[in-house]
């Protein structure tokens, strides 16, 4: 009977196929895996003395290499001219500088609703002053100006060192 099922088996298409054949031949094909029989039973149990007899066994020598000197060039006092003069290029580095007059929050069914004369209703309220980022990063509050018909931002508070540290937390 066991020569038939088989048999019957290897006929089936691969359609035909399902999980417990696959099961069936796993099993088949499956070699019990025996355990390495170990010299000590008690592997668990390490104890400092196992430590430092592999480490008496296991250290090699250190092998001695000749090494030179270091040789410094002497410091010399610059003129705070040449100073200014190295200092200059980071003047030259650009920054995103942005105002933010506001935050809000909606659903995207929300934002998708949004046309001309719309209102989205921020964060901020009227009168409160502004958040001046440099790189991201708050550095100054300020109120809105107008000059020659272009928005400015009027500087009311330098944010203290202390308080951004305080805000990466």
């Known amino acids: 009977m066991e020569q038939n099922d088989s048999v019957e088996k290897e006929t089936k298409n691969d359609d035909e196929i399902d999980w417990s054949d696959v099961?069936?031949?796993?099993?088949?094909?499956?070699?019990?895996v025996e355990k390495e029989e170990t010299k000590n039973d008690d592997d668990d149990e390490?104890?400092?003395?196992?430590?430092?007899?592999?480490?008496?066994?296991s250290a090699k020598p250190v092998e001695k290499k000749e090494v030179s000197p270091v040789k410094f060039n002497e410091i010399k006092q610059g003129?705070?001219?040449e100073a200014s003069l190295k200092m200059d290029f980071l003047m030259e580095i650009p920054l995103t500088v942005s105002v933010e007059l506001g935050r809000g929050k909606m659903l995207i069914s929300e934002l998708l609703k949004l046309g001309q004369?719309?209102?989205?209703?921020?964060?901020k309220f009227a009168g409160e002053p502004m958040d001046v980022f440099v790189?991201?990063?708050l550095i100054a509050r300020g109120e809105v100006v107008v000059v020659d018909e272009r928005f400015?931002?009027?500087?009311?508070?330098?944010v203290s060192h202390a308080e951004r540290l305080d805000k990466l937390k």
Do not use: C, F, H, Y
């Not at 390490?46 to 066994?57: A, G």
């Not at 400015?152 to 330098?158: M, N």
């Open 117 to 123: 004369s719309s209102i989205i209703e921020l964060t």
């Open 135 to 137: 790189n991201n990063k």
């Open 23 to 32: 099961q069936d031949e796993m099993k088949t094909s499956a070699k019990p």
């Open 152 to 158: 400015g931002v009027r500087l009311t508070d330098i």
């Open 46 to 57: 390490i104890d400092w003395s196992d430590v430092q007899d592999e480490m008496k066994t």
């Open 79 to 81: 003129k705070a001219k």
